[in-house]
Each structure stands twice: as structure tokens, then as C-alpha cells.
């Protein structure tokens, strides 16, 4: 069994304080920007699963600077322990839709703070432009840049039903162009989409365990108040595991998974004023815990079924 630190998984927490030799936090941002899938350049309404502040729910205000959000995430950190080392992760909405001029000003603003490591781009695998991917190339040679694709699955039909907009070719193409120069690219998955079977799930990580990334979200569903899919669970509900079946589908998870990729999250949060269900991930601690004593009783690892 491969070893990182005290998990029996290939986590970022060990990846960064392999690399930085101490703990790095995370800086959640917004950067003001929209998304094609509710402009009306790909859709309306965004992707179904998605809250009002489309995925940012936990980042700062966009009324304020990218220098004055760093500056209150600090605060906010250096308040419960010492913490010298940051990720400025540009979370809300599509984090390279807006002219490249724009997007350049945002960017460099955030790494010129000397206890920035790293720079954390969530995006759609369709707003890869040529500019845009030459300004990230850019910055990776300043700063470590990350890009994080939300993919959710590799199926068609729930593809179609989550409204995401995209086909799986224009993924793999962002791939492709991000590995070229040299960033690494993390991946959002959603475990438990509705009409999902757990073979399903399997394919799609599977799937990733093959394509040239570095790191990997595997996201439980959160049903959100305000969203198209609160109203289709309420209307027509669909499967949400208690907290059991999910540990033991991760677990599954866990030990298909290539031990090269970097696990980013295992569950997931959800605001407590949002949250529909399912509500036991508001424990998250407690998730964890079980996960981490799930898979010692098990004896699962990360990579234990993996075959290249």
C-alpha cells in the first residue's frame, strides 16, 4: 500500500505540504465574472445543479477587490492559526469568460502577494481560447497555475439533463491544450447525479484515471434551494445515499482510482441556509472521519483495483 502521510489516499493536503512544507489555504474568490450557459451563448439558467452565485457560495464579494479579498480571506484564516502560505482560487461562475485584458489584470493582481503559491482557475472546458490559454501559459511561468474543468460525467444523457453544454471532445481538448504548457489540470466530478448508476459513476472515473490530469473532486450532488434541480427533486425525487452508502461507494471509488491523481474533495459543502439534502454532509468532519475508519476496517486504498 502507498502511503501519504497518515491517509490511505492521495490527498492535497500531503501534496502541498510535500511541495511547501507546510500547509497551504485556500482563498475562495469572484471575480465578477457570468457564464455562457446563462448568458444565452450556450443557455439560459446555468447548469441545473447550480446556485445563484453560480458555485461560489463560500467566495468573497465581488464588490470588493481581488487585493481586498485576499486581504479578508487571510484575516479570516489568521484568526484560528498561523498560516503563511495561499491558493487564490477564482471559484465563482466561468473564470476565464471575459476579454483576456481583463482577465490578466485579475490574475496578476492575485499573485502579486508574495504568500500566494498558487493560482486556482475554476472554468468550462469551452472558454479555452487561444488568448486565454496564452495568457495562462504566461502566468504558469510566474506562478503555479491550476485549471479546474467541471466535467460531472462522461454521459450524454446526464450530460444533457444537467444542461452542461458541452461534449465530451471539447473536455479533452482543454486537456490536451492546458497538459502542453505545463498546468495542471484538476477535475470536478458529481457522484449521484439523478438516473445515474453507480457503474455509470465507475465509467467516468474510470475514464479520467487514463486522461493526462493531476488532481480530481469527486463531489457528492447537493440539492440547493433556488435551483432547476429543487424543483425537479420536488416535483420528481430521485435517489440521495444517506451517509453510509456514500462512504462505501468512495470507498469503491477510492480504490479504483489512479494513485498519481491528486483527491481534491470527497463530499462537498453546502450553505446551511441552501442545503435541501442531503443534509448529513453539513457534518463534515464526521463524514471524514468515517470515511478515514471505513477504509482501515476495509483495508482500501487508493489505487488498490486500479490497472493501467
Not at 209 to 219: C, E, F, V, Y
Request: proline residues 4%; positive net charge; glycine residues 8%.
Amino acid at each position: 500500500m502507498n502511503r501519504w502521510g497518515e491517509k490511505r489516499y492521495h490527498s492535497l493536503d500531503y501534496d502541498l505540504k510535500q511541495n511547501y512544507g507546510e500547509k497551504v489555504y485556500k482563498i475562495t474568490l469572484d471575480g465578477g465574472m457570468t457564464c455562457p450557459n446563462r448568458d444565452g451563448k450556450v443557455g439560459r439558467g446555468g447548469c441545473i445543479f447550480c446556485s445563484a452565485s453560480g458555485s461560489g457560495d463560500f467566495a468573497g464579494s465581488r464588490a470588493l477587490s481581488i487585493t481586498e479579498q485576499i486581504a479578508r480571506g487571510k484575516k479570516e484564516l489568521n484568526g484560528k492559526r498561523p498560516v503563511h502560505s495561499y491558493i487564490a482560487y477564482f471559484q465563482a461562475f466561468t473564470n476565464t469568460y471575459a476579454p483576456v485584458e481583463r482577465l490578466k489584470k485579475l490574475y496578476m493582481e492575485a499573485i502579486q502577494d508574495e504568500e500566494v503559491k498558487i493560482l486556482s482557475i475554476a472554468t468550462r472546458p469551452d472558454c479555452l481560447g487561444d488568448d486565454v490559454l496564452e495568457l495562462l501559459g504566461a502566468v504558469n511561468r510566474i506562478n503555479p497555475v491550476w485549471v479546474e474543468l467541471g466535467l460531472q460525467t462522461i454521459h450524454p444523457a446526464t450530460a444533457a439533463f444537467i444542461r452542461r453544454g458541452y461534449e465530451l471532445p471539447v473536455f479533452e481538448k482543454a486537456v490536451k491544450d492546458l497538459r502542453k504548457l505545463g498546468i495542471t489540470v484538476i477535475v470536478h466530478t458529481i457522484l449521484f447525479l439523478p438516473g445515474e448508476t453507480k457503474a455509470q459513476m465507475l465509467k467516468t472515473l474510470d475514464y479520467l484515471n487514463h486522461m493526462d490530469i493531476q488532481g480530481i473532486k469527486l463531489q457528492l450532488l447537493h440539492i440547493l434551494k433556488g435551483t432547476d434541480l429543487a424543483e425537479e427533486y420536488k416535483k420528481r425525487p430521485f435517489l440521495v445515499p444517506d451517509m453510509q452508502e456514500y462512504i462505501e461507494f468512495l470507498g469503491t471509488c477510492i480504490s479504483r482510482l489512479n494513485p498519481q491523481i491528486t483527491i481534491h474533495r470527497l463530499t462537498g459543502d453546502g450553505p446551511s441556509d441552501l442545503l435541501i439534502a442531503p443534509l448529513w454532509t453539513s457534518q463534515k468532519r464526521t463524514v471524514l472521519n468515517t470515511l478515514h475508519r471505513y477504509l482501515k476496517e476495509q483495508d482500501i486504498w487508493q489505487g488498490k483495483e486500479y490497472h493501467e
